[in-house]
């Protein structure tokens, strides 16, 4: 039978900084999948990487400029508001209590998915939401927990969403665009200019350069 629930996405993420390619994944739910909301949620500290770069209030501004004319797209503040570091299934708990009546996605890169099973209470993750999958260059539905998570709980199918309230791996097939914030961070300390402006929204590139964020040391 299907749901009739509303969908809320949300995409998480250190966005240190955001760029292009994160609002390309964005777009790409909010048009196939059609949510009430994509909500970007910066985390405090991320668990599984090094700390980021600045702090998470620039992290959050820097988004907030990024999304700022796409309607539907919002900051969803919740990690960054914590001073801890940042677990996927307690956030998931805690926006299933803000939105009771809501059908949960977490947007994830399918990094990410490659070493799932490594995150913490990552079933109650599955049991909280479905998992929706932006494809990033280098990693294919082969690379680490991949395939195991696929067979077991995955789907190319979005009408399979609407039919259960959590627990469906949707890969989607979206064009993956060659950047990393990795690489971002590497253009702003070596001065490579005409790169920054086709990685970076304008606005959040004049915000880092206007508070000298990610300089050489």
Sequence with gaps: ????????????????????????????????????????????????????????QHRAAMVELAIASYPGLTLQSLEINQHKPSYTADSLEQLRVLYPEHQLLFVMGSDSLAYFKSWKKW???LELSHLVVCQR????????DCPALLQQFGTESKDLLGTK?????????????????????????????????????????????????????
Aim: proline share 8%; glycine share 6%; aromatic share 4%.
């Design 1 to 56: 039978m299907a749901m009739t629930k509303a969908r809320l996405a949300i995409l998480g993420g250190t966005f240190d900084p955001v760029h292009r390619a994160h609002i390309a994944c964005a777009l790409f739910v909010q048009q196939l999948l059609q949510p009430e909301q994509v909500q970007l949620m910066p985390c405090h500290l991320p668990a599984h990487r090094s700390s980021p770069g600045v702090s998470p």
């Design 123 to 125: 079933q109650s993750i």
């Design 137 to 144: 260059p280098g990693y294919s539905r082969t690379e680490g």
């Design 165 to 217: 309230p959590s627990g469906v791996i949707l890969w989607l097939d979206n064009a993956p665009l060659d950047l990393s914030a990795t690489q971002i961070r590497h253009c702003l300390q070596t001065g490579q200019q005409q790169a920054l402006h086709q990685l970076l929204d304008a606005k959040v590139l004049a915000y880092i350069r206007q508070h000298r964020l990610y300089q050489a040391l």
